[in-house]
């Protein structure tokens, strides 16, 4: 692809649970505007999960 780059504002909303050393989360991140290598690609909806272990 010729073109690359851009720019995207993203909104996102997560929650973070924490029992002891683990902790446990996710978050939800909406496209709000974007134009990415010159209107020729979208980006999706997405979620993101995670577990974290503290040592």
Known sequence: M???GGNSLT???G???NAGR?????NYQ???SQNLADSSV????RWL???SFSF
């Open 49 to 51: 999960a995670h577990v």
């Open 2 to 4: 010729a073109q690359s």
């Open 15 to 17: 929650v973070e649970i």
């Open 30 to 32: 909406s496209p709000l």
């Open 42 to 45: 979208k980006a999706g909806d």
């Open 22 to 26: 683990i902790a446990f989360g996710g």
């Open 11 to 13: 909104g996102v909303a």
